[in-house]
């Protein structure tokens, strides 16, 4: 299982804590020892592969950190496709807190266990992230917006029978709802044969930050802090996504078209390197490596003779 930075998170590193109290926040989380696939949900395991007790939830947790200084929380969280994306997050990451998030939703139906969460619902809100991504990315191409929308909005036609006139609608997640959430796009400013509809997808970005930022709130401890804190993981991923849509601190990678974060005033183009690792990532010398390979290709189309004559002269 692929865990990082786990002793350092333990002991909560005076540079973290500073960073998370300059946030003014306290959040905590949890990760167990590993996690498993067991038929449609993803469960924390004990040292020996056991499940963890639902009696013990999160104090059974063997690391705890705080999660609001990961700033790559969102772009690593938009990453998740598939099953096994699932896995590979949650075992660095630890679980989303569907249990958390279904305590303090309006309407959900509580969920009482700590230790186990539905693949369905992570994937549903990893979706739902890198739709707000993509349109934010897409505000100012109105082409690659138009497609985007396209393929998220859904057309349902009139209804003869009840009378109800067509309308678009568009689904994403909320919280700790295990449906997605159903709007009609045209309640958000959408015409299907409007005008580009970079207003109506501002529109949408702000109403799924606000509806998914429910769970982030003002909290005043027993020493009188007053602290911001998120009720689960998934709350602070969404806290982290609001903050870098409006600071414009999200990237796509120009090699591999991932997102990333980067401070407003960092040159960087491509994803960065593993934390806690200076220099170039990986996408940035692929992309070098290509644009190598590219340029001999076109000298070698521009000049066939003298790179024949040079082979003959070597041999
Ligand atoms: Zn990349």
Not at 90 to 114: C, H, I, K, R
Not at 127 to 151: C, G, S, W, Y
Not at 192 to 208: V, W
């Amino acid at each position: 299982m692929a865990v990082d930075a786990t002793a350092a998170d333990r002991s909560f590193p005076k540079s973290l804590e500073k960073e998370s109290a300059e946030r003014g926040q306290r959040t905590v989380w949890y990760r167990y020892r590993a996690y498993r696939l067991d038929g449609g949900w993803i469960q924390a395991l004990t040292r020996r592969g056991r499940v963890v007790s639902r009696a013990l939830g999160t104090s059974a947790a063997p690391t705890k950190y705080l999660p609001m200084p990961r700033t790559e929380l969102p772009a690593e969280f938009a990453k998740v496709i598939s099953e096994k994306d699932v896995l590979q997050f949650v075992g660095n990451y630890g679980l989303l807190g569907f249990s958390q998030a279904s305590l303090t939703t309006m309407s959900a139906e509580p969920y009482p266990d700590e230790t186990r969460e539905p693949i369905d619902w992570v994937l549903m809100h990893a979706r739902t992230v890198r739709f707000i991504l993509e349109m934010h990315d897409a505000l100012r191409k109105p082409a690659a917006l138009r497609r985007i929308l396209e393929q998220a909005l859904t057309p349902v036609p009139d209804n003869p029978r009840t009378r109800v006139p067509g309308f678009t609608m568009l689904t994403f997640a909320e919280r700790g709802l295990l449906e997605p959430r159903q709007v009609r796009a045209e309640d958000y400013g959408y015409a299907p044969d409007g005008p580009t509809p970079s207003g109506f997808a501002r529109n949408i970005i702000a109403e799924i930050l606000n509806v998914n930022l429910a769970g982030v709130h003002r909290h005043v401890s027993p020493r009188l802090d007053s602290v911001w804190r998120a009720e689960s993981l998934i709350d602070v991923v969404y806290w982290l996504l609001a903050d870098a849509v409006s600071n414009r601190t999200i990237r796509r990678c120009h090699f591999c078209g991932h997102f990333f974060t980067a401070a407003t005033t960092s040159k960087r183009q491509y994803c960065p390197p593993p934390r806690n690792s200076a220099g170039d990532g990986p996408c940035a010398q692929n992309d070098r490596a290509r644009r190598y390979r590219l340029q001999k290709k076109q000298e070698a189309a521009r000049h066939p003779q003298t790179i024949a004559r040079h082979r003959s002269r070597s041999r």
